[in-house]
């Protein structure tokens, strides 16, 4: 017999030949229609994997992500099996699951459009209902070179080679297709129901733009019909959102090929982003943060010292000054440290918030660039807080506070991600035990939703990762909170302490937006550009309806300034319905109607971008109603 302990921690015999899946069975039919993989010892397994005696196993449904991702990777085969039914001569590369779907890479001379799409499915539903079994199995590398040699896929053989000589290839196969694959899969292609596929892009072999450029087919797949209508609901909303184009129609920015990945802001942009930074500057002088700036280019010796060079190198421009290597700063820390170092501490120093809106460089891959969500040039809000260990638990608190508040004013939901010690941990037990617990007691004292990443944590110290909710449901991790046990030693980071010796601070780095850009992007598709009146770059709009109104409404638009609100006179000789036509498509929050009864009066007709007419307002009244929703962050 073989004994198995579930998540509950009871315990279930069963007989010695079992398999998870035959298990799951045995204890109840109606999870068994349910799950799709299983979790062995912390590792996520196939259902066709026979029992490990002692082993700890918990049973994973489309609820989870390693669910998901099982049911999305096979789908992947599936499409990749209908691909080579449907095509000649196509060689296939890789066919992973990612967050939201998968995707397989193709190289054939044949250009695959949209318009492939409907017969890819259809294939891809004749293999469903053919419910092929999906097996496994393990070959040599001699015998995994010879099966893919002789149908020439030079991408898996290029893979194989790569492998030590001895390592056992895992193979899958469904029907007359099979893959080079390390899995896992569900049980059959009968369990892929709910599919469609996206898109079609290229993509560098390896990602290396030296290699030759393949053919991406993007899919996804869900357990349920209603689950698949849902995201490609959300996604046809996401597309209407997208940053890139909204930036574009709203003159907020752009990007140019003498600069690609290098985000250029224009007037509005800068409005946007302004105020954006003036409210992070109020919440960090209210938490007490004192502000620095580092130099953008620093020498490579420092770069060597934080481990950046060995680690990071690939990924930073570099230069030379006085025929010395510099390097230009992929991040802050390095420079925030030589602040700290610059002078002698005291115990009495801590806690030491120190906050900055760095400017950083790392080099991305071309193609992997996306509008202000992955660019070359980023600042980052960062902040180092200095500590005693006494002081770890407190000052966490604070960082979840300000957090909160950060969020909450953009009506940001958020859930926290705790992970925890890897495998190639530097530093004692005890000190990752201390501050394990410490970032787990204060978001538990906080009440806020979290999930433990068991052993995702970096090298140097645990963290918890911030996932904002949108207001179409998608999710972003912005903020951060990292406990850093490498960079004190590297630096040999001391204070003075009661004793009058010297001793290591505990130093944590941690983001709110993370990129100011990035969370720019994210606003504007949170928004659909619609921001609230207090960010909005142009907050009313002056719409005079004839030139006779004009001096009026030159007159408003000096007041409206001299008072702090943003306004835009709309000077053309349009009809006033097509002026406020274009408000509304630039997403001005208010549009004030100037005619003849207006000049006469001193009032304006106001119109809201979404309430439309709210009829004639005294012109201060008006003013000081925005001059309060600017105040209050409301609109």
């Not at 950060?406 to 859930?415: I, K, N, T």
């Not at 538990?444 to 645990?462: H, L, M, R, S, T």
Request: glycine share 8%; charged share 30%; net charge negative.
């Amino acid at each position: 017999m073989v004994e198995i302990v579930l998540k509950d921690g009871s315990k279930k015999q069963f007989a010695d030949s079992c398999t998870l899946g035959e298990a799951v069975a045995q204890i109840s039919n109606s999870l068994a229609r349910k799950v799709l993989v299983a979790k062995v010892n912390n590792e996520v397994t196939d259902l066709r994997m026979p029992l490990i005696d002692g082993s700890h196993v918990e049973f994973l449904t489309f609820d989870s992500q390693a669910g998901k991702d099982a049911l999305r990777h096979t789908a992947s085969h599936i499409m990749a099996q209908a691909v080579r039914r449907l095509f000649k001569n196509v060689k296939v590369a890789i066919g992973p699951a990612i967050e939201t779907g998968f995707y397989y890479d193709f190289d054939t001379e044949y250009r695959f459009t949209k318009d492939d799409f409907a017969a890819i499915e259809k294939e891809m539903h004749k293999i469903v209902k053919e419910n092929l079994p999906v097996t496994y199995e393990e070959i040599t590398c001699e015998e995994a070179l010879e099966l893919f040699g002789k149908d020439d896929e030079i991408y898996k053989v290029e893979l194989i080679n790569e492998l030590p000589a001895h390592t056992k290839i895992s193979l899958y196969r469904q029907g007359e297709f099979y893959d080079l694959c390390a899995g896992p899969h569900v049980m059959s292609t009968g369990q892929v129901k709910a599919f469609k596929l996206l898109s079609v892009a290229g993509a560098y072999w390896r990602g290396n733009e030296k290699n030759k450029m393949l053919q991406r087919i993007y899919g996804t797949a869900f357990e349920k019909q209603s689950q698949l209508d849902e995201y490609i609901r959300m996604r046809e909303e996401a597309e209407k959102r997208d940053h890139r184009k909204l930036g574009k129609e709203m003159d907020l920015f752009s990007f140019h090929e003498e600069g690609p990945g290098f985000p250029f802001f224009h007037a509005k942009g800068m409005v946007l982003r302004q105020t954006l930074l003036k409210f992070w500057n109020g919440l960090h002088d209210e938490a007490d943060y004192d502000q620095i700036s580092t130099p953008i280019i620093l020498n490579r010796r420092l770069w060597e010292q934080s481990g950046h060079w060995e680690h990071y190198r690939d990924n930073m421009y570099f230069t030379t000054i006085d025929d010395e290597p510099y390097a230009v700063k992929p991040m802050n820390c390095p420079g925030g440290i030589l602040v700290y170092k610059s002078n002698v501490h005291s115990y009495r120093d801590f806690p030491m918030r120190v906050a900055e809106l760095g400017l950083v460089h790392r080099h991305e891959l071309h193609g992997a660039l996306h509008g202000l969500f992955r660019v070359r040039s980023f600042t980052q809000d960062d902040a180092h807080i200095f500590m005693l260990p006494e002081q770890m638990k407190e000052e966490i608190t604070g960082v979840l506070d300000l957090f909160h508040k950060a969020y909450s004013v953009f009506g940001l939901e958020y859930h926290v991600e705790l992970s925890t010690r890897p495998e190639n941990s530097m530093g004692s037990d005890e000190i990752w035990e201390l501050a394990t617990k410490t970032l787990q007691e204060a978001i538990e004292e906080k009440g806020v939703p979290y999930q433990i990443n068991e052993g995702d944590g970096a090298f140097y110290g645990p963290k918890l990762d911030f996932h904002v909710k949108d207001s179409i449901g998608r999710t972003w991790q912005c903020g951060t909170i990292q406990l850093d046990m490498l960079m004190p030693e590297r630096f040999d980071m001391t204070y003075i302490g009661e004793d009058g010796r010297k001793h290591r601070p505990v130093m944590v780095h941690r983001a709110c937006f993370g990129s100011i850009e990035r969370f720019i992007g994210i606003l504007i598709e949170n928004y659909a550009g619609a921001f609230p009146v207090w960010l909005a770059p142009v907050q009313v709009k002056l719409l005079p309806i004839s030139e006779k109104c004009m001096d009026y409404a030159v007159a408003l638009r000096k007041k409206f300034k001299a008072a702090g609100v943003r306004v835009e006179l709309d000077e053309s000789n349009e009809k006033i319905g097509y002026k406020i036509r274009r408000a509304q498509m630039e997403k001005v929050p208010y549009m004030a109607v100037i005619g003849d009864k207006e000049a006469q009066s001193g009032t304006v007709s106001v119109r809201h971008r979404t309430q439309g007419d709210m009829g004639a307002v005294n012109v201060d009244e008006f003013i000081a109603k925005i001059l309060e929703l600017t105040a209050e962050r409301k609109g």
